[in-house]
């Protein structure tokens, strides 16, 4: 689990261009939207690209990826149950 | 993949110039509205194809770098690019030149991403654009 949310933190900062931070500085726990890493719905649409071309996951409904999306905690909860790749 | 682009030749007006005798910033988002429409006629992506699907494509993201000023009288070119994309945008980057040197005035970038006519963000490509995007060999994914 911590291998996978190290590995999350790596690639959220890979697909939101967040170059200048390095994993550490995301707290898993922090919310990822908002507050926190302050992140916004646009942001979104590119985790939504990278848990379908990473974990092949493909989530179509909005709702569902708003609690998804929480913190990376809950993401990386989420991937390794539905991962299928 | 396939570089998709359109041209376009700019009418300035007068009223498009201000104080210091050049062209106004704020025109410029005019130019490149005008821009996205020879696109979408050009390559059958246009605002009204969106509605007609049942979408909205706002403007999310816009940005401009002025380099050289359009003077009143120049007739300069717009060059729209089409930048491929994964998630559910649509991103364009845009040159304005004079064409009498090919000298660069402004560039500029946009994305567009869908709403639903409740106007809720739309997470994943619309179908009518990815095959939008497969017709025209921009698909980025693998």
């Given at each position: 689990?911590e291998?996978?949310?190290?590995?999350?933190?790596?690639?959220?900062?890979k697909?939101?261009n967040l170059?200048?931070?390095?994993?550490d500085?995301?707290?898993?726990n922090?919310?990822?939207f908002g507050?926190?890493l302050?992140?916004?719905?646009?942001?979104a649409?590119?985790?939504i690209?990278?848990?379908e071309?990473k974990?092949?996951?493909?989530l179509?409904?909005?709702?569902?990826?708003?609690a998804?999306?929480?913190?990376?905690?809950t993401?990386?909860?989420y991937?390794?149950?539905?991962?299928?790749? | 993949m396939n570089?998709l682009k359109?041209?376009?030749?700019?009418?300035?007006?007068?009223?498009?110039?201000d104080?210091?005798?050049?062209?106004?910033h704020?025109?410029?988002?005019?130019?490149?509205?005008?821009?996205?429409e020879a696109?979408g006629a050009?390559?059958?992506?246009?605002?009204?194809?969106y509605?007609?699907h049942g979408?909205f494509?706002p403007?999310?993201?816009?940005s401009?770098q002025?380099?050289?000023?359009?003077?009143?009288?120049?007739?300069p070119?717009?060059?729209?690019?089409y930048?491929?994309t994964?998630s559910?945008?649509?991103v364009?980057d845009?040159e304005i030149?004079d064409?009498?040197d090919?000298?660069l005035i402004?560039?500029?970038?946009?994305v567009q991403?869908?709403m639903?006519l409740?106007?809720?963000?739309v997470?994943?490509?619309?179908p009518f654009?990815l095959e939008?995007?497969?017709?025209w060999?921009?698909m980025?994914q693998e």
């Open positions: 689990m291998e996978l949310i190290l590995e999350l933190k790596q690639e959220i900062i697909a939101l170059e200048d931070m390095t994993p500085e995301i707290d898993a922090e919310p990822l507050e926190g302050g992140l916004d719905s646009i942001d649409l590119e985790l690209v990278l848990l071309k974990y092949g996951i493909k179509a409904n909005p709702a569902e990826g708003k998804i999306f929480k913190d990376v905690t993401i990386a909860a991937v390794k149950e539905h991962r299928t790749k | 570089e359109a041209s376009k030749q700019l009418e300035i007006r007068f009223s498009e110039v104080s210091m005798g050049v062209v106004w704020g025109s410029y988002m005019l130019y490149f509205e005008d821009a996205r696109f050009k390559y059958g992506l246009s605002y009204m194809g509605v007609d979408y494509a403007i999310v993201e816009q401009f002025y380099k050289k000023p359009i003077r009143y009288g120049m007739r070119r717009i060059d729209i690019f930048r491929p994964e559910a945008k649509v364009f845009y030149r064409p009498q090919e000298s402004a560039t500029g970038h946009s991403v869908f639903d409740q106007y809720q963000l997470w994943d490509n619309p654009y939008w995007k497969r017709r060999g921009v980025s």
